[in-house]
């Protein structure tokens, strides 16, 4: 029978199941992308890792994320991380809107969502024991260091788009990357500039928790940017999955410390797309050219295509689905809870991998 996941693994990761299988000791961080309702379908997946096998082997780890993925390492960093990924499950699929929403109203949506999601947690994801909590938002540049309306914003997105067009190089001009998490964490592989993005890292705190999760998953256009984020560099914010939508970044540099270096990466899809203007754009989708041996440490887990062909319309829940089911809410909500239903069984085949690694089922990342 097919299996419901894929396994990816960089070559160094490779080697280390070959000589060692995979334990939870070796996990050092966890990524979680960018990509709205797709992110649901790792739900109990979520629940195992972070409600069970990780904690059999406590240690420090770094979980980092953008948009949706930023909401779930909020979830992971819960005290009742299984619950938490279920109210967060539940909350999004119970998002309702009209059929042509103002940007105040998907914003002031999506601060509810927030604030049923981690409302009296505050404390205990930011002084999680050992989780290592960070946020990824974008802070404008240029046209869009503090556009004044809509029209602005978009004129703003639009040389954005036909910059990033030309390379992510070009894209830095419009945009900075700001890290807002958690200062125990040296976080020494993502200080050193890597890329061309400046990138700004700032304290995640009790007060600031929900502006920066609010800033994560802020969509261009369709919501109101956050012009404030206590304790981060002024400016106005969107969504952290604008530059680093699959979190294609410089994970190689973990290789060699005291405790084991690879990172484990829950996805949705088998591929990395470095940001959120490149989904287009084919010839950046799944490779990092020069810089692929970043991913070396890094073992994927994502759904496989058998698995995907099990679910309504053969494919994740996606954020089309709020046009294709229109206003018929409940519909849409009861297809979106059944595939998170059957999340199941990505967590089983990913347990039975760890009981038992079969390398047949490994594939290069």
């Not at 009209?98 to 109203?105: G, L, M, N, V």
């Not at 929900?210 to 994560?216: G, K, P, T, V």
């Not at 002024?234 to 410089?250: E, K, Q, R, V």
Request: with cysteine.
């Amino acid at each position: 029978m097919s299996s419901a996941i894929q396994i990816h693994a960089g070559k160094t990761a490779l080697e280390h199941l070959r000589t060692n299988g995979l334990h939870a000791s070796d996990i050092a961080v966890i990524p979680a992308a960018a990509g709205g309702p797709k992110g649901l379908i790792l739900q109990a997946l979520d629940q195992w890792l972070f409600g069970e096998w990780l904690p059999s082997a406590p240690r420090e780890r770094s979980l980092i994320g953008a948009s949706i993925g930023a909401w779930r390492m909020a979830a992971a960093s819960h005290a009742d991380p299984v619950a938490a990924f279920q109210r967060l499950g539940d909350l999004y699929c119970e998002q309702r809107y009209p059929e042509k929403p103002s940007a105040r109203y998907v914003t002031d949506e999506i601060h509810r969502l927030l604030q049923a999601f981690i409302g009296g947690h505050e404390d205990e994801i930011v002084h999680q024991p050992l989780h290592r909590l960070h946020l990824l938002a974008v802070r404008g540049r240029g046209l869009l260091a503090a556009p004044q309306s809509s029209a602005k914003a978009k004129a703003g997105f639009v040389a954005a788009t036909f910059s990033n067009l030309a390379s992510r190089a070009k894209l830095a001009k419009h945009m900075d990357r700001v890290v807002i998490g958690d200062m125990r964490d040296p976080l020494f592989w993502l200080k050193a500039k890597f890329d061309h993005f400046d990138t700004h890292f700032s304290s995640l705190t009790p007060d600031n928790l929900e502006s920066a999760l609010l800033a994560s998953g802020t969509l261009p256009l369709i919501m109101e940017p956050v012009r404030h984020i206590p304790h981060a560099p002024t400016g106005t914010y969107w969504d952290g999955g604008i530059i680093d939508y699959h979190l294609a970044l410089p994970y190689s540099r973990l290789t060699g410390g005291k405790e084991g270096g690879l990172v484990l990466y829950p996805h949705f899809t088998d591929h990395i797309v470095p940001g959120w203007l490149d989904k287009p754009l084919p010839w950046r989708r799944g490779s990092l050219g020069k810089d692929r041996h970043w991913l070396d440490n890094v073992i994927m887990i994502s759904p496989s295509p058998a698995f995907l062909r099990t679910l309504s319309r053969g494919k994740l829940p996606d954020r089309k689905d709020f046009f294709y089911y229109g206003t018929d809410h409940d519909f849409r909500i009861q297809n979106w809870k059944l595939a998170i239903a059957e999340s199941g069984r990505m967590r089983d085949a990913f347990a039975a991998f760890v009981e038992r690694p079969d390398l047949s089922q490994v594939l290069p990342l």
